[in-house]
């Protein structure tokens, strides 16, 4: 039996009659930009994460880098964010003209590490841009204490968090905005390419409105140049239908996560993910520490079980990135955890028997070879 790395298709199955009816509606209607879904959808989403405003928008790039603009980051600012994230959240601060200043991770929660950020900042410094990767929510704590003192903007990136809670309070409701991906893959996927700006502050959501569909209020009517990074309506139907199930696959993740964590216990060298105390993390990914793990990842591929790098290269190592100059040093922990990560198979319809085969597949190779994480 093979265990892929997600499994969109078994959703898909679940969700069919009440799916092809809402697709079948938007094309009996040609309801395919800024229509009634997309509005709704808008409505449904901020009420879901707690916030005044949700503008839908093209992808989880696009949001970001609204995001950014509307908080008047540019030419000359910036902004504070961790190499270990998908180079996304990076590309968004360079389009904008903003310089990327990186902070290394905690070692144990691999997000920003909250005690490096003070020493990063400079006067030109605008924003703080944390990461809740793979599910796991930010230190938002320590991190908003920080930028209230000196000031500073927070956007928080949520592509990997939807529904991820902090202290009781869900990830995207502490900074001044925060950021959605709606790809297929995420935690709520669409079937295409998606996204969504999410903010209690009325400007920011004015400024995200306007520059997301070409400066425009009234049709035709500019009141700046814009862009044009609207949501798919044929997207925001797929994402009405799924939202009321996110809640319910989070926590299916969430059993997932339970069962590797038990049984991986057993096995040894493996670091299983740690979740920082008062969170309640959605597991995007599952993440674990691995010795010599591109021979377990090839063990694991040739028992037909798919595995993921979250991410192989950090930021700073990256040849897009040459011209800040950074060395391997620079950020040790990113760096060291670039060999060493493992993302095994997760998605909410992940069965007992496939979570036993992901473990028992690490546990012959890593016991058998005598390996030990160095
Ligand atoms: C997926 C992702 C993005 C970008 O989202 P897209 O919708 O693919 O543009 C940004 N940041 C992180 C951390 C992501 O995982």
Known sequence: MTV???????????????????????LERSAYVMATEHSEFEREFASYIGVKQCLGVSTGTDALELALRACDIGPGDEVITVPNTFIATTEAISVTGAAIRWVDVDPRTYNMNPDKIEAAITPRTKALLPVHLYGQPADMGPIMGIARRHGLRVI???AQAHGAKYQGQKAGTFGDVACFS?????????????????????AIATRVRLLRNHGSREKYIHEIEGYCRRLDNLQAAVLRVKLPYLDAWNARRRDAAERYNERLAQVPGVVT???????????????????????????????????????????????AYARYGHTAQDFLVSTTLG??????????????SQIQQVVDALHKVIVKAGMVLI
């Open 156 to 158: 928080e990136d949520c």
């Open 339 to 352: 060999p060493r990560i493992l993302s095994l198979p997760m998605f909410p319809e992940i069965s007992e």
């Open 4 to 26: 892929p790395f997600v499994d969109l298709k078994t959703q898909y199955q679940t969700l069919k009659p009440q799916m092809d009816r809402a697709i079948a509606s938007v």
């Open 182 to 202: 709606f790809y297929p893959g995420k935690n709520l996927g669409a079937y295409g390419d998606g996204g969504a700006v999410v903010t209690n502050d009325e």
């Open 273 to 319: 993910p740690y979740v920082l105390p008062g969170t309640e993390p959605v597991y995007h990914l599952y993440v674990v520490q691995v010795p010599d793990r591109d021979q377990v990842r090839a063990a694991l591929q040739s028992e037909g079980i798919e595995t993921g790098i979250h991410y192989p290269v950090p930021l700073h190592q990256q040849p």
